[in-house]
């Protein structure tokens, strides 16, 4: 297994970024790859920090790429034109430098909570890219999240990155789904049942099965908005990912 921490000056962002890769050591040169988001006040290392990411790389034969986030919200804002770098930058700069197939279908991406809500906004927006997404614990509603007494984003923080009604409507998932084509793209959603935004993604879920049909599944499961939900469950992804 190769562990790769990255860090190169981007374009976009002008500074340097860093992003944490694991590669199975059986010399493909188009590996199938997850693109795994992490949550607000995390980094690239996190998913390895409360998950063994390189025994499931090695399980289910994957490059798994694990990039800093920057409490972004994986949105474009004045500070951070953070979704316009991952999709024009990252991306097309990781399958450059590494031995990772750049199709669509080879390409799948994953988040939880911050990182489940990019997962489903990469995602969706970018087919072409990605042909499977699997949110965890997502905050399935900015606004609801915005205004929860249990989210962990102090408002004026989440206010400096939607700092505008339109850009608010413009990123709420629900507006997402509104402006886009259903497509072939296959989508795994979870969320813990004792989750402080279970509500919000119950009424996700709906929205999601209207829009993709048989293309799209709920898992239930049980816990709240933890690593303890999250580390039970990210081997069913993977291993829904590889079928």
């Known amino acids: 297994m190769t562990l790769l921490n990255t860090s190169f000056k981007t374009n976009y962002l002008h500074t340097y970024f860093k992003t944490t890769i694991v590669i199975p050591d059986t010399g493909k040169t188009n590996y199938k790859a997850v693109w795994l988001l992490h949550g607000y006040t995390a980094d690239d ?9 390189e025994q499931l790389a090695s399980k289910y034969d994957l490059a798994i790429i694990m990039p800093e986030g920057r409490n972004a919200f994986y949105t474009d804002s ?3 034109p953070y979704y316009s770098f991952f999709i024009k930058e990252l991306i097309p700069k990781i399958q450059d430098l590494l031995p990772i197939s750049s199709k669509s279908e080879d390409n799948y991406i994953s988040g939880v909570s911050m990182g489940g809500y990019g997962a489903l906004k990469f995602g969706l927006e970018n087919p072409d890219k990605f042909s499977r997404i699997a949110a965890m614990s997502p905050v399935a509603d900015i606004e609801h999240f915005r205004n929860n007494s249990k989210s962990p984003m102090p408002i004026n923080t989440f206010d400096t990155i939607f700092d505008s009604p339109e850009k608010l409507y413009d990123n709420q998932l629900a507006n997402i789904l509104k402006n886009i084509d259903s497509n072939d793209q296959k989508i795994l959603h979870l969320c813990g049942d004792a989750d402080f935004m279970h509500e919000d993604n119950i009424v996700l879920k709906n929205q999601l ?3 993709f049909k048989a293309n799209y599944t709920w898992m239930p499961v049980s816990g709240d908005h933890s690593w303890t939900t999250w580390s039970t469950n990210i081997d069913q992804v993977l291993d829904r990912f590889t079928k």
């Open 209 to 211: 099965t209207d829009k």
């Open 45 to 53: 290392t996190t998913w390895m920090r409360n998950v063994n990411i």
């Open 78 to 80: 004045d500070f951070i």
